[in-house]
């Protein structure tokens, strides 16, 4: 999500665990943080081409319309598990 706030100028980091080949046991616990499902996100106005805090690379706006964020969440899943293929349940935002 800090893509779509930002317009791509911040990404979030990868999220994997390599073993360094430490003989030694690792443990990782992951922490995911969600929204509530019916935020609204879209590009924050500092972050548009021109906007103070813009990147000056770039020239457009890569997400242009806001989008529910239980809508992102499931167009995610479906992307990873192949869920839904076919379906659309875009919400019409004001």
Known sequence: MI???TNRTFHSTLH???H???N???YSIPFFFDMDADVVVRV???FMPGGKL???EVQEVYFPGPIVFEE???NMYNSTYGAGKGRSQRRELE
């Open 3 to 5: 893509a779509r706030y």
């Open 16 to 18: 994997r665990v390599v």
């Open 20 to 22: 360094a080949g430490v």
């Open 24 to 26: 030694q046991d690792r």
């Open 44 to 46: 924050l106005p500092e």
């Open 54 to 56: 813009a990147n000056p």
């Open 72 to 74: 992102h969440l499931q």
